[in-house]
């Protein structure tokens, strides 16, 4: 069984997008960056799994202290990586470049060039073996 590029990677790179939006919380500047964004990654697991759409399911999320950074885990459902060729370098390369430019410019991401975050996306296929993963930082510290 083959994959398209477009089938399988055109929904993922909508959620990373997606959920990176949905992170720029603005009440990071009322306490610590790490605390905030720990709630925030609490309140998110509470939920459990959450289909984005048929082919992408974020499992959950974390948070790493030093350096500041987000952690999406993500499983592509439809993707057995034994059965499916996927061009991993060229989905990591189209993920990188949407995700990046929406951080370093999306007004509401300036929380997170501000206090520095860096986001990390870590993809697994169906039977949770590692497919890639890849961290961003903001090109554009706001002091």
């Known amino acids: 069984m083959e994959i398209t ?14 959920v990176g939006v949905m992170t720029g919380i603005s009440n990071v500047n009322r306490t610590s960056p790490y605390k905030e964004l720990s709630k925030f990654s609490k309140e998110i697991n509470a939920k459990g799994a959450v289909t984005i759409d048929p082919d992408t399911r974020m499992d959950s999320t974390s948070v790493a202290e030093d350096p500041l950074m987000v952690v999406y885990h993500y499983t592509v459902v439809s993707v057995d990586k034994d059965s ?10 189209v993920l990188i470049k949407q995700t990046q430019e929406n951080l370093d410019n999306s007004p509401d991401m300036e929380t997170f ?6 986001m990390k996306y870590d993809y697994k296929d169906k039977k949770g073996r590692h497919l890639f993963d890849f961290t961003i930082k903001p090109a554009k510290n706001i002091q």
Do not use: F, N, Y
Not at 5 to 18: E, F, M, R, S
Not at 84 to 93: G, L, N, P, S
């Open 84 to 93: 499916v060729t996927i061009d991993e370098k060229e989905a990591k390369e």
């Open 113 to 118: 060039r501000k206090h520095d975050v860096s």
């Open 5 to 18: 590029k477009k089938k399988a990677w055109g929904p993922i790179i909508g959620i990373a997008i997606g």
